[in-house]
T-cell receptor, first 111, second 114 residues
Framework: QQQVKQSPQSLIVQKGGISIINCAYE??????FPWYQQFPGKGPALLIA?????SEKKEGRFTISFNKSAKQFSLHIMDSQPGDSATYFC??????????FGTGTRLKVLA | DAGVTQSPTHLIKTRGQHVTLRCSPI?????VSWYQQVLGQGPQFIFQ???????GRGNFPDRFSARQFPNYSSELNVNALLLGDSALYLC?????????????FGPGTRLTVL
């Protein structure tokens, strides 16, 4: 049973455009929702995260939108740059326990 | 401050062999988690240790084992290697406490089983 579904699998965006990646989860016990960025051959790097008591969090060009009733959250990358080209993973967790990751979205930003 | 460090960077083994991977967490972090990332997929949880005790285990066979040392560093051991064990093994460091559960990943160890 897949506990978190991520879409799209791949995404191509023009430089300066907005990249949007979505995740949906099933278990309402999850209470922490991070996004990670991973470059080839590297470990995932924490990008931004949100807890369910807020509906939106913004850090620079990165924004998480959170819809608790729909059990969905999304990552928005504003003014996308070629350097943002990477694989993005959403994750869910509850308490201090394991992270459950989505399947990843390969983002390519065209110059 | 140094981030999470892992060794070795790359490793090539043959089927049936044993491997030990090492991880040093961020200074002040008491929890270490291990993940397996097969090419093209998201990381899959293997183990979590906190204060030298196993806190959780994922759906992996008993060939996988781990431990955490008094200095909070950790080892992941895999016995009787199979071709399917080829993956990037990631170590993640965290404070391990509620409301402070951000996990920071190391660069990983790339294991190839021939």
């Amino acid at each position: 049973q897949q506990q978190v579904k991520q879409s799209p699998q791949s995404l191509i965006v023009q430089k300066g455009g907005i990249s949007i990646i979505n995740c949906a989860y099933e278990n309402t016990a999850f209470d922490y929702f991070p996004w990670y960025q991973q470059f080839p051959g590297k470990g995932p790097a924490l990008l931004i995260a949100i807890r369910p008591d807020v509906s939106e969090k913004k850090e620079g060009r990165f924004t998480i939108s959170f819809n608790k009733s729909a059990k969905q959250f999304s990552l928005h990358i504003m003014d996308s740059q070629p350097g943002d080209s990477a694989t993005y993973f959403c994750a869910v967790t509850s308490g201090t326990y394991k992270y459950i990751f989505g399947t990843g979205t390969r983002l390519k930003v065209l110059a | 401050d140094a981030g999470v460090t892992q060794s070795p960077t790359h490793l090539i083994k043959t089927r049936g062999q044993h491997v030990t991977l090492r991880c040093s967490p961020i200074s002040g972090h008491k929890s270490v988690s291990w993940y397996q990332q097969v090419l093209g997929q998201g990381p899959q949880f293997i183990f979590q240790y906190y204060e030298k005790e196993e806190r959780g285990r994922g759906n992996f066979p008993d060939r996988f084992s781990a431990r955490q040392f008094p200095n909070y560093s950790s080892e992941l051991n895999v016995n009787a290697l199979l071709l399917g064990d080829s993956a990037l093994y990631l170590c993640a460091s965290s404070h391990g406490q509620v409301y402070s559960n951000e996990q920071f990943f190391g660069p990983g160890t790339r294991l190839t089983v021939l």
